[in-house]
């Protein structure tokens, strides 16, 4: 680590939360430095000196510290968080470990598959940044069935209002033209709030089902659904030095 770096950067990076959430526990005085409480999004610290407890834990030094990386099969109904405010199953109901996880990213409620949880804040940064191009395989059931217009809409990026997704590998699956539905595989590398979803929605498609398949070359294929894995140290290391990574390509 660097000498002085910011506080937020520091927690996400000890994988407390995201950096925007970090950012929040810091306003709201859940984080002191040397006993002090901290406020100020600007403060800077020496990981290597100073003290930064969180809820009045202290935060172990990176250097010294093993990393916990699992792999779920998501099923619907369990939403992804640590701790839900409605008390609704989370996703580390399914996971029985004493580590202090965090989910890599999200999956909504009524999406199942692929999620990664762990206590390793530059591996979040590194999988959820889009910067990074770490791709994200869906297969989506639809009603209805694409024509080759949508299709090559949703491959060259789609207007969802907020804004206009990347080129994605779209392919279909699976038609099935008496019940006027249809299978897709999605692949996508930038993971905003129910993109795939939404992507479809603009081409005025219904989702009856989603399903995150893999995260980088990483899959569950093998995995039964509500079950877990730990990550083999060299998927980790292939995420981490971005060999999973997908470039994303015209078709």
């Known amino acids: 680590m660097e000498e002085n770096i910011r506080l937020q950067k520091f927690l996400a990076e000890e994988g407390i939360a995201s950096r925007r959430k970090c950012e929040e526990f810091i306003k709201q005085g859940k984080v002191k430095v040397n006993g002090i409480t901290i406020t ?82 530059d591996f979040v940064y590194k999988v959820t940044h889009p910067k990074h191009e770490i791709t994200k395989t869906y297969t989506v059931t639809l009603m209805g069935i694409p024509t080759d217009e949508e299709i090559e809409t949703l491959r060259n990026g789609v207007d969802i209002g907020d804004f206009v997704t990347s080129k994605a590998k779209v392919r279909i699956i699976k038609t099935d033209y008496e019940k006027n539905r249809s299978r897709l595989e999605i692949v996508i590398h930038e993971g905003k709030n129910k993109e795939v979803r939404r992507m479809c929605e603009a081409i005025d498609k219904k989702v009856l089902a989603l399903h995150r398949t893999k995260i980088g070359n990483i899959s569950v294929k093998d995995l039964e659904m509500g079950t877990w894995r730990y990550l083999r140290p060299r998927e980790v290391t292939e995420i981490l030095k971005g060999t999973t990574i997908h470039k994303m390509e015209e078709k």
């Open 40 to 121: 100020e999004l600007g403060t800077k610290i020496n990981p290597k000196k100073d003290k930064v407890e969180f809820l009045g834990r202290t935060i172990n030094q990176k250097e010294n510290k093993e990393y916990t990386y699992i792999l779920l099969n998501k099923p619907i109904d369990y939403v992804t968080t640590a701790k839900d405010q409605f008390d609704r199953k989370t996703v580390l109901d399914l996971v029985k470990t004493n580590k202090r996880l965090v989910p890599v990213g999200r999956l909504d409620m009524y999406t199942s598959g692929a999620l990664i949880l762990t206590d390793d804040g």
